[in-house]
């Protein structure tokens, strides 16, 4: 994996986080979309995030949620959220 490769895996990795952790509960795990498109994107197209095309927030799947969750505690940054 080169360097640029390495490094835009991290800003989707930390655009995930960050989705994570701004969301609010409105039926089911909802975050503004104020992060670069081609990330969203590509979370998108992995199946952790809704496309949101239409919207100003996308929804976080069961599966972002978890991914989201698992990365928080290893990089020691966020507390368990229910």
């Known amino acids: 994996m080169k360097y640029d490769d390495k490094l835009r895996e991290q800003i989707k990795d930390l655009t995930l986080m ?3 952790l701004n969301s609010f509960d409105d039926y089911g795990y909802r975050s503004w979309k104020g992060y670069d498109f081609n990330d969203l994107n590509a979370l998108a197209e ?9 919207t100003k927030s996308v929804v976080l799947y069961d599966e ?17 959220k229910e």
């Open 18 to 20: 960050l989705l994570y």
């Open 46 to 54: 992995e199946g952790l995030i809704s496309e949101g095309r239409r």
């Open 64 to 80: 972002g949620i978890e991914k989201a969750r698992a990365l928080c505690a290893e990089y020691g940054i966020c507390l368990p």
